[in-house]
T-cell receptor, first 113, second 113 residues
Framework: GIQVEQSPPDLILQEGANSTLRCNFSDSVNNLQWFHQNPWGQLINLFYIPSGTKQNGRLSATTVATERYSSLYISSSQTTDSGVYFC???????????????FGQGTILTVHP | NAGVMQNPRHLVRRRGQEARLRCSPMKGHSHVYWYRQLPEEGLKFMVYLQKENIIDESGMPKERFSAEFPKEGPSILRIQQVVRGDSAAYFCATHLLENTEAFFGQGTRLTVV
């Protein structure tokens, strides 16, 4: 099946710093999402971005499908940005185009005041 | 979570007992996906169901686990004779449209003691 690798595994920042999280995947995808799992365990949708670039406030994401990677940019980080960031992809392997997602292992972000 | 409801939020079971986890997708949606998140790991796909049908159960453990989505009522993930290794967060999800953005419920945290 498709492999999803996220880097870095851990990231520690001072409030106000910028950061880039990376997601590499091993095959072509028809679905890619970024999630934030907050300290209470909830999965928050950040971006649905199988290709192109999107921005939402201090966050933006870019997916270059032909190069099999996606990046999540966090600017002016805040302590509330702390948590785990997951990249998840959907592929068409075996005709399963219905939306099953394969998750990366996540990036644990800690933002200190 | 776009209206995906899971209950209970927390469940404690003794080894050997049964665990029943419930998921109600957004109104009008007739499909659910179940994922499991073991401690310190990303989410892993378990099963995809449409009303009264199991479409893909490739991620389900072969024994003790079953899932259903009856014509009426929520989807149920059932774990028989739970063991400590079943302790995890179990999430369900649905998509607004097939193979587009997925929305997850708040999860059920199962603890086996």
């Amino acid at each position: 099946g498709i492999q999803v690798e996220q880097s870095p595994p851990d990231l520690i920042l001072q409030e106000g710093a910028n950061s880039t999280l990376r997601c590499n995947f091993s095959d072509s995808v028809n679905n890619l999402q970024w999630f934030h799992q907050n300290p209470w365990g909830q999965l928050i949708n950040l971006f649905y971005i199988p290709s192109g670039t999107k921005q939402n406030g201090r966050l933006s994401a870019t997916t270059v499908a032909t190069e099999r990677y996606s990046s999540l940019y966090i600017s002016s980080s805040q302590t509330t940005d702390s948590g785990v960031y997951f990249c998840a992809v959907g592929d068409n392997a075996g005709g399963t185009s219905y939306g099953k997602l394969t998750f990366g292992q996540g990036t644990i972000l800690t933002v200190h005041p | 979570n776009a209206g995906v409801m899971q209950n209970p939020r927390h469940l404690v079971r003794r080894r050997g007992q049964e665990a029943r986890l419930r998921c109600s997708p957004m109104k009008g949606h007739s499909h659910v996906y179940w994922y499991r998140q073991l401690p310190e790991e990303g989410l892993k796909f378990m099963v995809y169901l449409q009303k009264e049908n199991i479409i893909d159960e490739s991620g389900m453990p072969k024994e003790r686990f079953s899932a259903e989505f009856p014509k009426e009522g929520p989807s149920i993930l059932r774990i028989q004779q739970v063991v400590r290794g079943d302790s995890a967060a179990y999430f369900c999800a649905t998509h607004l449209l097939e193979n587009t953005e997925a929305f997850f419920g708040q999860g059920t945290r199962l603890t086996v003691v």
